[in-house]
């Protein structure tokens, strides 16, 4: 034992009584206790120990400092972003929402999650300065015209072969991210939508971005727009919609929906190219392949070390779980896609903590795992604190969620052409496309997931919207029968709570724990509580 532990020791016991986790093994307490009923908003912050919650404290002051360099670099346009967007004051909520997220993390788990949480903070608060400082609705800024938006389940990261451009995925800020910090953001866009004529019964994420659209809340730059129809048809409406309202010259990124085959690769290959000449003739500029390599040695070792990541995740020793696994992964990999050399930093780090704990065979949340599951849940597992409730409530550790396992091959970073073909792959199995949409191959391939990463449950988000994924549900459950894993349907309505609400979302775990597998869960105080009215 370091000096230090054995110094704090007699403190961390004398006051083990106000620690959530301590308090439910001892029927004291739990980790719903400090929380005002209904609420999101705790009365005080959570005792992890001594070290753990000063390093959480450590962590909280260095989001903040992103918080206030966000407003330093564009004081004025952040001011009249907020008087705006409405979006914008969620974002306010993202300290409660990191505190929600890791409750119950002690130790690597807490540092890991805190050093991803941090990349994602200092990345976002800088794009929230970027994009109103350039937006044309307050003003326009000096790269106002450098701009190049894009949908947002298009990489970025071939778009990073034009120098002096940046690309800017058009909806992260006010709907693909904000939607996870506050459940209460886009039902308001999914009701102008509707207002508007949108039938109610279309997938939230596609009528929530309609709605942001009609409710001329994305923020306006560049010459061009790049939409595209991933990764599904209710996607291809929503670009059609949001293409009329902002009414700038639009290249549609068409990928083939059946990407596996190989015959789809040409096609797809030659829609990328045809868009970086549309971008080269809207903006004057031509494609630099050295300068594409550049972040293309980025994204690879993002994903070198991805790969080594799952190895542990395969055995019970990594700290890297749940969901400071899953939101880092698919920020770092849908919109950082090699872009920000901070993360391949953070990558570095948290890899020799992930060895190190392999090495001393560490059991993560305090040895108390009963079960190891495969996620295939979207938007609704973040504002649920999903990962981390199942977690603390009937100890389901979230191996790998469906979004981690986006493109994972290697881009050359030497011929143009064979990287032309491993970017239309990597570009093909972006968010929801490849385990959502493009042929019964993708979706069977969680049986296979599952398997390789030893976990006997799955959970399966029931989107009640998502058409493609509502016409599997019967022959998913058939299948979960004969492999011999635990299958819990997930219902929810993605993006819009009122339909299903969280404690809907919890009900379908706690029937199947307590009726099905007659399990006692570890914290009586979350089984079933109303937080309705929290962010
Ligand atoms: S949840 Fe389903 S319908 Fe909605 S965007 Fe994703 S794939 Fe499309």
Redesign the pocket.
Known sequence: MKAIDKLIAPLDKALERFDPLWQAEHGTGGLRSRYYDKTGVAKWREWRGVKDTLYDYTAWIKNIICMVQMVAMAPLPILKGFWEYRWMGSYLGTFMFIDRLFEGYRGPELRIAHMNMHAIVQSLTKRIAFALKNDARLGGGPDTENIIPHDETITPLFLKGFKGLYPFPLQTLPEFIICDVDQHIEPYYVDVAESFGLPAD?????AAETGVAIDDAFPLFGKVMLSTNM?????EATSMFQRRRIGKPDFPITLAMQHNEKEALPYSRQTLLDAIAFVEEHYGVKYDWDEFFKYAKLMNEQNTIELEKWDFFKTPYSPLSGVSESLYRLYSWQSVNGQDPYFNKVDRKVIEIIRKAYEQKYLPFGGKTRHRAFLWG?SAVYYTDFPTWVQNCWGITIVLNMDSTMGFNMIDTEDPEKALDDLTRFTEKAC??HH??GGWDNINALWTWAKEFNCDMILFND?I?????LGTHALMEEQAREMGFHFIFVEHD?EDSRTVSRQDMRNCVNNYMSVVLGEKPLDPTIVEFDDAAAY
């Open positions: 279309v997938c939230s994420r596609c990764p599904c048809n209710a996607s979207p929801m496309r959502a949409v989107n919207a998502c058409k493609g994924m993605l």
